[in-house]
């Protein structure tokens, strides 16, 4: 077993319900449907070969709940190996070659800091013990379900990619009738950060009927680049006889939403509970001869942020996306949580940011560094607990996606690990020695990253000769991240420094930007916060002086498309050129 990718090329069933169907097929309230692969293995064997006749291309394990959280309700913590080995075997066997086979894993049932008490750390580690299994038992695909917590799914994601290695992963998350996940996602966030971890397919399943699932789905497929993938309940469950949740959408009726949901970008289907052989049977005819959405939404494509809430995309009319710095600072030798005043300082720090304009919050002022470079190159844990405490503090200040510093690297996991959606890490020049690791933990953890070009790469005429061309300069950058796996739209070209060198900066930076959109396709930003006047040379301690771009060079490179502006969004000058001239531009 084991396909190399999920075809996006043509349609493909799932399977159903089990759990419904095994209590329908006499199974004790109570008891763990997971254990059934070890007592009763014919029995689960009967449901996946009525799945495979009645139409089904992808048959999913009796694995929902075996991980040893779940398991451990039960007594059967030690027993994660055995369960998910042999359901992996005894639905290949089922099959025979007539399907493919997903091994399913579920939410863990407790929630995951900060909304609960499990760590982050704990729910990885559970999900590694399934994923381990998995990784020895070698089913087609991975299939990450009923999500309700972005959180959880992320620590679902990193273990399954580290233990399960070269098995595709589909990852879905459930919706409640409002559109979100009970933890408050929308679907564009949703969709955006489960395919930024590598999820080869994304979807959502369980919770509501097709009706409701419908306009997600469609809400998904604008931002995917991936097969999108729907599996939806009969129906919101109502109480029936003796105690028993009924699902009300029939077969008949159930698969009249297949093209429905096909025709919203969706080229994975199938059923969740309440759902029989009969509902995929009738929706496997509903589809047939249907073709396939191709190629990736408006959005799958374009440079996009998350908060846990809330995404923000780069597009041609709502360009430039402004990072706002939160300027207050916490006291980096404390070890507790943060108190209730410094929590409302920042509150009304990010604030004051967001009303300025800030669709992104800079968090490095948090903790004392303005610039990642003036980071010490040694630091001890007390450093990396307020790199993470800070990230902390600003998820609970404002619900705006999150710009972190980049070094050191074992701060940067940690405040990776603690940022819930998807970043921008500020960010990796070549030659500081640390730019392998920063862009592996970016690509680990699904964030975006800013690139600056160091500053021999960037000299101007009348300067020493020894300068590259910027173009040349800009692919070699997006060629190192490429390296480690980041796409070129989640990489951002700072040419700061292209528009503030040569005898000609304005015109320049203008024709850097129009070049590197065009030609490399990434994306492009520029920092106009405390802009000032800076003679070339070095400080009294041989550091270079950083140069600055004058106001014409900072209109130049508005006005030619710049897709990220990093500045002071409290600072009324500033934003009043950056909406002044990206005004101009889309007049």
Request: glycine letters at 12%; proline letters at 7%.
């Amino acid at each position: 077993m084991v396909r190399a990718d999920i075809p996006g090329d043509r349609i493909l069933l799932f399977d159903g319900a089990m759990g419904t169907w095994l209590q329908e097929l006499g199974m004790e309230p109570g008891h763990c449907p997971d254990a059934l692969c070890l007592e009763h293995s014919e029995l689960v064997s009967r449901i996946h070969r009525h799945y495979v006749e009645a139409g089904a291309d992808i048959v999913e394990t009796n694995t929902f709940g075996a991980t040893p959280l779940r398991l451990s309700r039960h007594g059967l913590e030690h027993r994660v190996r055995d369960i998910n080995i042999a359901a992996v075997r005894i639905a290949a066997e089922a099959v025979r070659g007539r399907a493919m086979v997903a091994g399913s894993m579920g939410p863990l049932g407790v929630l995951v800091e900060p909304l609960g008490e499990t760590s982050f750390d704990e729910a990885y580690e559970a999900f590694a013990a399934q994923a381990d299994a998995f990784g020895e038992a070698r089913p087609d695909f991975i299939i990450i379900e009923t999500m309700g917590d972005l959180n959880e799914l992320r620590a679902a994601m990193l273990a399954c990619k580290d233990r399960a290695p070269g098995i595709p992963v589909i990852a879905q998350m459930t919706l409640d009738p409002n559109g979100r996940t009970f933890t408050g996602t929308d679907p564009e966030t949703a969709g955006l950060v489960m395919q930024s971890l590598g999820a080869n397919a994304i979807g959502f399943n369980c919770s509501v009927g097709p009706d409701l699932l419908l306009p997600a789905v469609e809400r998904l497929r604008r931002v995917a680049r991936v097969p999108v993938s729907a599996q939806p309940n009969a129906g919101m469950p109502v109480p029936g006889a003796g105690g028993r949740a009924v699902f009300p959408v029939g077969p008949e009726e159930f698969a009249s939403f297949g093209p429905k949901l096909v025709a919203a970008g969706a080229s994975l289907l199938g059923g969740c509970c309440g759902t029989t052989p009969d509902h995929i049977g009738r929706l496997r005819a509903s589809v047939e001869g249907l073709e396939s959405p191709g190629g990736p939404g408006p959005l799958g494509r374009a440079f996009g942020l998350s908060s846990r809430t809330q995404s923000v995309f780069v597009t041609a009319e709502n360009r430039p996306l402004v990072v706002g710095r939160i300027g207050a600072v916490l006291d980096g030798e404390r070890k507790a949580e943060t108190d209730r005043s410094e929590l409302s300082r920042v509150r009304s720090e990010a604030g004051r940011q967001v009303a300025g304009g800030a669709h992104v919050l800079d968090v490095r002022g948090l903790i004392g560094h303005e610039r990642s470079d003036s980071i010490p190159s040694e630091v001890g844990r007390d450093d990396h607990l307020t790199m993470e405490r800070a990230v902390r503090l600003a998820q609970k200040a404002a619900r705006v996606p999150l710009c972190i510093g980049s070094e050191p690297p074992g701060a940067l996991e940690d405040a990776l690990k603690a940022c819930v959606g998807k970043p921008l890490v500020n960010g990796f020049t070549p030659g500081r020695g640390r730019e392998d690791e920063v862009l592996r933990l970016v690509r680990r953890y699904g964030a975006a990253v800013v690139a600056r070009p160091a500053g021999e790469a960037v000299r101007g005429p009348g300067e020493p000769p020894d300068g590259r061309d910027p173009l040349e300069t800009a692919r070699a950058l997006v060629e190192a991240a490429s390296f480690h796996g980041i796409p070129c739209w989640d990489m951002v070209l700072d040419v700061t420094e292209f528009a503030a060198r040569g005898s000609e900066p304005a015109e320049r930076a203008a024709r850097i930007v129009r070049a590197v959109r065009e030609r490399l396709g990434c994306t492009v930003g520029i920092r106009i916060e405390g802009v000032r006047p800076a003679a070339a040379g070095v400080t009294p301690s041989g550091s270079p002086v950083r140069r600055v771009p004058d106001a014409n060079a900072i209109a130049a490179v508005l006005s030619a498309g710049v897709d990220v502006v990093f500045a002071d969004a409290a600072d009324e000058s500033a934003m009043d050129l950056v909406r002044r001239y990206s005004a101009r531009r889309n007049s």
